[in-house]
């Protein structure tokens, strides 16, 4: 994603149309925490402490349950570019 405010972008959310509860945790190259996203209307700007984060390759962690009750766990990557 590409938060640079040119409104295309700009913010990292989750999308789909049965998820009950969601909990996604955003971490930088060395491990620490940047963000917690527990609403599906919430999403990532791309900074943390108030300051854009560097280009660059972060980590997501993602659990999420559906309306039939199924719990989907997700772990992947997300290339943050400016």
């Given at each position: 994603?590409?938060?640079?405010?040119?409104?295309?972008?700009?913010?990292l959310?989750?999308?789909?149309?049965?998820?009950?509860?969601?909990?996604?945790r955003?971490?930088?190259?060395?491990?620490?925490?940047?963000?917690?996203?527990?609403?599906?209307?919430?999403?990532?700007?791309?900074?943390?402490?108030?300051?854009?984060?560097?280009?660059?390759?972060?980590?997501?962690?993602?659990?999420?349950?559906?309306?039939?009750?199924k719990?989907?766990?997700?772990?992947?990557?997300?290339?943050?570019?400016?």
């Amino acid at each position: 994603f590409s938060p640079n405010g040119d409104g295309k972008n700009d913010l990292l959310k989750v999308y789909g149309n049965y998820i009950t509860s969601l909990e996604m945790r955003i971490f930088n190259q060395w491990g620490e925490q940047v963000t917690e996203i527990r609403n599906i209307n919430q999403g990532w700007d791309g900074t943390y402490k108030g300051k854009p984060q560097p280009v660059g390759v972060y980590v997501y962690v993602l659990k999420a349950t559906l309306s039939t009750g199924k719990t989907v766990t997700l772990k992947g990557s997300i290339t943050l570019v400016r």
